[in-house]
């Protein structure tokens, strides 16, 4: 069967701070939403050819795919209410 699931990249690394203290949040959203979006955590270091990709220049970033579209981003450390606004239009 295939995943039609819209997909969250969380792009951090271990040496960001904020993207340390976003993880918890991020992570949360992928238990709240699993049956209607997939959330995969990237370093973006061990994968700075998808990075650079996804114009990803700022850690913590999420990028929101859908259909292998980027359909939405943020940059820098957000809040949960942000992530809801962002992913809200593309869940079902």
């Given at each position: 069967?295939r ?5 969250l ?21 992928g238990v ?15 994968h ?5 990709a ?15 579209k980027?359909?939405?981003r ?8 942000e ?5 809200r239009?593309?869940?079902s």
């Amino acid at each position: 069967r295939r995943d039609d699931r819209p997909v969250l990249l969380f792009f951090s690394n271990r040496r960001s701070g904020p993207a340390r203290r976003m993880s918890s949040l991020v992570a949360w959203i992928g238990v709240t939403e699993k049956k209607r979006l997939r959330v995969v955590e990237v370093d973006a270091e061990a994968h700075e050819q998808l990075a650079r990709a996804l114009r990803v220049s700022t850690v913590p970033s999420l990028v929101l795919l859908k259909g292998r579209k980027v359909v939405g981003r943020l940059d820098g450390r957000v809040t949960g209410h942000e992530i809801n606004r962002l992913i809200r239009p593309h869940v079902s």
